[in-house]
């Protein structure tokens, strides 16, 4: 039987955007070899994509923790409880988190449990890997070697590497990725994320505390002159120097992501007639963060109900540019400043002595602040010192 859609991926995007199509009575196969599977990602879920996803997502349909703190520091810096009570220094410079702000997954049951959502719909999932896509004015035929499907649309949710993307435009380039590569660290856990900005590479190390153990890693343009081994080898310094996961099983991880630059996002390719992009493939990753669930699973619920209105893919291209797109652009142009040593130490100083700006700090880790208007509320948040610095950095 020839389906309404076919999905290129069960990853968040995928998933959620088979649900949401079946829901609403689409016939929907989903093709993915190796999903519910663990990802190279901090599995952070903030609370702007559970609220997508409550209705079909039950609060106990997947272990978390439930971050009460983030914690920032910049090199030279303690990173750990134990150095700032024997330094007395840095202490401030922990964001209190409300309670849904931020919680950490396995990515391995996060997105098991938006696959069983799916099946739950009525959509279907075929565990084989689509191998070509044809697309012409009649529809979508899909090949896995094996077998042959079709359908009228294709809709690919299929990351960084993404096979429909590869069809239908061109595989990201080289500078147009980044590398997350680091360690799973087994049998320990916490409640506070730890994040050390960078300023070479241009970034962060993270450590996020899933339900049994860490995810610890660090993120770099893959054009940037330092490989995987190079960049797991200082987050595994780092490991060490913080004393964050003492005597814990390190479990190497590497994973491309999309990371773009605003003149990229001005000719991103997000769909055509009888296909389109969301999630990875489609580029939407927020460059400074490289946070890419929410807007994955934003992608997914705006293409789902661009089709089941019966418009065309096109009208999908420009909802999500309006909303999505314009703000991860912004996120673009102030990547480059925003990861100065002189503007990290400032942002440093500034969250561990005023309570204003870790209110906005704290929002952009629930991502309730824009882009847009970051730079003045901070301005306007700091005392005078310190806003004189942020104009002069």
């Not at 435009?169 to 916490?190: M, N």
């Not at 109900?305 to 996120?331: C, K």
Request: proline share 5%; aromatic share 6%; hydrophobic share 50%.
């Amino acid at each position: 039987m020839r389906d309404d859609v076919a999905i290129l991926g069960a990853g968040p995007a995928g998933a959620w955007a088979a649900f949401v199509l079946a829901r609403g009575g689409a016939r929907v196969t989903m093709f993915d070899p190796s999903h519910p599977r663990e990802k190279a990602c901090g599995g952070g879920v903030t609370g702007r994509a559970l609220a997508l996803v409550r209705d079909a997502v039950a609060d106990g349909a997947f272990p978390r923790t439930v971050v009460r703190t983030a914690r920032f520091t910049a090199p030279g810096r303690p990173a750990t409880a134990t150095a700032r009570r024997a330094r007395g220094a840095d202490e401030g410079a922990t964001v209190t988190l409300d309670d849904g702000t931020l919680v950490v997954a396995s990515r391995a049951a996060f997105d098991a449990a938006l696959v069983n959502a799916a099946a739950r719909a009525g959509a279907r999932l075929v565990r084989a890997r689509v191998t070509a896509v044809t697309i012409d004015a009649h529809g979508v035929t899909l090949d896995t070697g094996s077998d042959r499907f079709t359908a009228d649309v294709v809709v690919g949710a299929d990351g960084a590497n993404s096979l429909l993307r590869r069809r239908v435009a061109a595989p990201f380039r080289r500078d147009q990725l980044s590398i997350a590569t680091g360690f799973f660290a087994h049998g320990a856990t916490s409640d506070e994320i730890v994040i050390e900005l960078t300023g070479d590479p241009p970034g962060y190390i993270w450590s996020f505390p899933r339900p049994d153990h860490l995810a610890i890693g660090i993120c770099a343009q893959a054009d940037a002159g330092i490989t995987a081994a190079q960049l797991r080898a200082r987050t595994a310094a780092w490991i060490d120097r913080t004393g964050i996961a003492s005597r814990a099983a390190l479990e190497p991880y590497s994973w491309p992501i999309p990371s773009l630059t605003a003149s990229d996002y001005e000719s991103l390719p997000l769909a055509g007639a009888r296909w389109a992009l969301v999630g990875d493939a489609a580029g939407l990753v927020d460059p400074i963060t490289r946070e890419g669930i929410y807007f994955a699973l934003r992608s997914a619920d705006l293409v789902a109900r661009s089709l089941m209105s019966g418009r065309a893919t096109s009208t999908y291209a420009a909802s999500v540019g309006d909303e999505l797109v314009r703000e991860l652009a912004r996120a673009a142009r102030l990547k480059a400043g925003f990861f100065r040593p002189a503007f990290l130490d400032l942002m440093v100083d500034a969250v561990a002595h005023s309570a204003p700006v870790r209110r906005v700090v704290a929002d952009l880790v629930a991502g309730r602040q824009a882009y847009a208007t970051l730079k003045w509320r901070l301005i306007k948040t700091l005392e005078v010192g310190l806003a004189w610095r942020a104009l002069t950095a």
